[in-house]
């Protein structure tokens, strides 16, 4: 039940705060920017999009229809917002815990479920501006703000290399950190991978030291999740 509350009342904040035409466009800026520096698809896959993008899209679309953004429509987005209520909702929880419920058999891979109606006290609380949620849940829910990960500049650098290259090269080597180089030749993509590894002898010292990194790790990347998550968004993974 705390859940729903939370997920209302976000819904009720987006009622408030939308239509952004801000987060549309960094949406729409990077859909643009996936689909002008695509990779090379299979073949048999690219015709099957096409075939089934003929049936969807107008044939100027036909390359683009399912990948960019064409247009700002707050009236559908608000529609949309608008619809999701407590009244409409479709919840499903899955646990053994419910198993000893499950009594009625679904038709066709004869799984058991148990299906009931909401209580009308819970809709009607789910239904009010601010449900009260427990106090260990964050709710100061808002909108994101402007993603500073979003890439801009788009142009390559010279590299002194002279004609393609069948492996990588070391175009920079220092003590603490090298450079790889391979041209795109045929799409000439602006893509970087970067790798960073952290050395230390103590970690392979016994196993309270490696369970104790594989610890470490994980907490790092849990905490922050949340700072670097604007970043996903931008392509940066």
Not at 34 to 60: G, H, I, R, S
Not at 64 to 77: Q, S, T
Not at 117 to 134: A, E, M, R, W
Not at 189 to 211: G, Q
């Amino acid at each position: 039940k705390e859940i729903l509350k939370l997920v209302f009342q976000y819904l009720d904040m987006l009622r408030k705060e939308l239509p952004c035409e801000r987060i549309y466009e960094e949406i729409k800026t990077m859909r643009d920017i996936d689909f002008d520096n695509a990779e090379c698809e299979d073949p048999y896959d690219k015709v099957e999009d096409l075939a089934e993008n003929m049936t969807l899209y107008p044939p100027q679309n036909y390359l683009n229809g399912p990948e960019v953004m064409f247009e700002f429509r707050p009236d559908l987005i608000m529609d949309l917002v608008n619809s999701l209520t407590p009244d409409r909702m479709f919840v499903v929880l899955q646990s053994p815990a419910f198993k000893s419920e499950c009594r009625t058999t679904e038709k066709w891979f004869k799984g058991h479920y148990h299906a009931t109606n909401f209580d009308q006290d819970l809709i009607n609380i789910l239904k009010s501006s601010s449900p009260k949620i427990v106090s260990f849940f964050k709710s100061d829910f808002k909108l994101p703000e402007p993603n500073k990960y979003i890439p801009e500049d788009f142009e390559q650098k010279e590299v002194d290399v002279e004609g393609p290259l069948p492996f990588p090269v070391v175009i920079k080597d220092e003590p603490d950190h090298k450079v790889w180089f391979h041209n795109d030749e045929i799409f000439e993509n602006p893509e970087c991978t970067f790798y960073m590894h952290l050395f230390s002898k103590r970690v392979c010292e016994d196993v309270r030291m490696y369970a104790l990194n594989c610890l470490y790790v994980e907490l790092y990347c849990h905490r922050v999740c949340e700072r670097f998550y604007p970043a996903a968004l931008a392509g940066l993974s």
